[in-house]
């Protein structure tokens, strides 16, 4: 029997979606199998009843059996405008038709159709809920009492978490306490600094003052003030001066993630992609792996992914680095939007994608970022994709994902030992923003904050996956059985990248069965 090429069935299911209809895998593989796939496909639809939308196996074998016992081969001959006969079967395929038309994207080019329904997947299972999307809710106008409700909602959401762990005391409580009293304060920190000894000194702030507290170096929790930044909220016990004017800390506590947390899962098996940092608009970006990958998304052995999150990063932007002007292939903004539309409609249309915008995207810079306006929603209408806001609470099917973009990973990485937080393994710094229960805490660093009239990058609920993007390395684990992804980018390597020692993961898709929350890497480069 002929050997087909790997993307054959892909092509098949893509050409009965453009023509409007569905198929049984078993049918596509059947038809794949055969000497002359084309043909039998043409022979399949011609053959088929005018009311039928599915094609069956049953219905294949019986025009293949017909085709074998003919006298006369089998009209190869493709109908008008059908282009798919005599493809190069090794070639990549414009999108839904599998012909070999040009896919540039370049403004007032002709391009694929979007890609229709192609798999046997019954969309009346889904659920999907999302949480915390502030998008169309900003109030903030930068004022200093915007910045103070902030900050006074971050620390009552994670003191929240932190108040049964310790008897709690107010800062001017603490002040009228006599000398070697046992003390507990839960406070944001405000100061963190060393002694001439060694020691650590820092000040926590709560709602009613600030109180320092001197951390010993020779204790075992030492090395936990190393892992502390600035405007978190920790809590810590310990006893009071002699003088009662500073607490000396034999216990220090993060709001954290319950060791018991018990993550949940879905009743069916069903998978999602979690990919990032496409960055279109690119000259570095991978059109070829991007290709692949969305054949891939056609094939059966993708028919169990039905959902696609995307964390950010979907376009290369303007003006975000020196010189970024000399890296770009498509120097208009909108025109890298209508670019990236055009790719994401090669992605089956019966699946579910769900966006947030990255540092790269035309939306503020300042955390949390709004999903697009109403000019972009516009042109990103493949596939009726959803944008929200970075970062986002997304339910799918029972499995709550925390999609963040993850500009504040830069940042973590920078402040903390190598062994906490390190770009080779990034989801090591996310491991931190678990354990103080917040995205992004440090203020006034490279990270861009915005005040609302609540914090939403506090992690009110624990999440059941914590996925991010931006930094462009590929790495993934569990913390207190919370699946943490960073899942790289479809971007190589870029000028500025090598200057900044950046060496990217780029081409890889990690798919994560939601009833297990087990993780599949593949490649695509």
């Not at 001017?172 to 507990?184: H, L, Q, R, T, V």
């Not at 940092?277 to 970006?285: L, W």
């Not at 996310?430 to 009239?453: F, S």
């Amino acid at each position: 029997m002929w050997n087909v090429p790997l993307e054959t069935p892909a092509r098949i299911v893509s050409e009965l979606a453009s023509r409007g209809y569905n198929a049984e895998r078993e049918a596509v593989t059947r038809i794949a199998d055969t000497s002359d796939p084309s043909a039998t496909l043409e022979r399949a639809l011609e053959t088929l009843p005018d009311e039928a939308l599915k094609l069956t196996t049953d219905h294949v074998e019986s025009v293949v059996e017909a085709t074998e016992t003919t006298e006369s081969p089998p009209n190869t001959e493709p109908n008008s405008g059908d282009e798919t006969a005599g493809s190069p079967t090794g070639s990549h395929p414009s999108v839904s038709t599998g012909t070999n038309a040009a896919t540039s994207t370049e403004p007032g080019a002709s391009v694929p159709p979007e890609t229709g329904g192609s798999r046997d997947v019954d969309t009346s299972l889904r659920a999907i809920e999302v949480a915390n999307d502030m998008t169309g809710q900003s109030t903030g106008t930068g004022e200093y009492s915007d910045f103070v409700a902030v900050f006074r909602d971050r620390y009552e959401k994670l003191a929240s978490k932190l108040r049964g762990r310790v008897n709690h005391r107010p800062t001017d409580a603490i002040e009228n306490m006599g000398g070697g009293s046992d003390a507990a304060l839960i406070g944001m920190v405000s100061d963190i600094r060393s002694t001439a000894s060694g020691h650590w000194l820092v000040e926590l702030e709560d709602t009613n003052g600030t109180f320092p507290c001197l951390v010993m170096k020779d204790r075992p929790i030492a090395d936990l003030v190393q892992q502390l930044l600035m405007d978190e909220v920790i809590a810590v016990e310990g006893t009071l001066a002699d003088d009662a004017g500073i607490l000396f800390v034999d216990s220090l506590y993060f709001p954290d993630v319950p060791r018991t947390h018990s993550p949940s899962t879905a009743d069916r098996h069903v998978q999602a992609a979690l990919i990032s940092d496409v960055h279109v608009g690119s000259q570095e970006f991978m059109e070829d792996a991007w290709h692949r990958f969305t054949d891939w998304l056609h094939t059966s052995e993708a028919e169990n992914v039905e959902y696609l999150l995307i964390a950010g990063d979907m376009v290369e932007g303007v003006g975000i680095y020196p010189e970024q002007d000399e890296e770009l292939d498509i120097i208009d903004i909108y025109d890298q939007y209508r670019a990236f539309s055009e790719y994401l409609k090669e992605v089956p249309g019966d699946m579910e994608i769900r966006m947030i915008p990255g540092n790269h995207d035309a939306v503020r810079l300042a955390e949390p970022q709004p999903g697009f306006d109403e000019e972009l929603r516009d042109i990103m209408t493949a596939h009726d994709a959803q944008v929200h806001s970075n970062p986002a609470l997304v339910t799918v099917e029972g499995v709550t994902v925390l999609m963040y973009h993850g500009v504040s990973l830069d940042e973590v990485i920078a402040e903390l030992p190598d062994e906490e937080a390190s770009y080779e393994e990034p989801h090591k710094a996310m491991y931190q923003l678990l354990k103080k229960r917040h995205v992004a805490p440090q203020y006034g660093g490279h990270t861009r904050l915005a005040p609302e009239d609540r914090d939403y990058l506090v992690m009110e609920e624990v999440p059941d996956v914590f996925h991010t993007g931006h930094v462009h390395k590929l790495g993934w684990g569990e913390y207190h059985n919370v699946v943490a992804l960073n899942s790289g980018c479809w971007q190589a390597q870029t000028e500025f990248q090598k200057s900044v020692n950046i060496d990217p993961d780029a081409g890889f898709a990690p798919i994560l069965d939601l009833d297990t929350l087990e993780m599949t890497v593949r490649k695509f480069t």
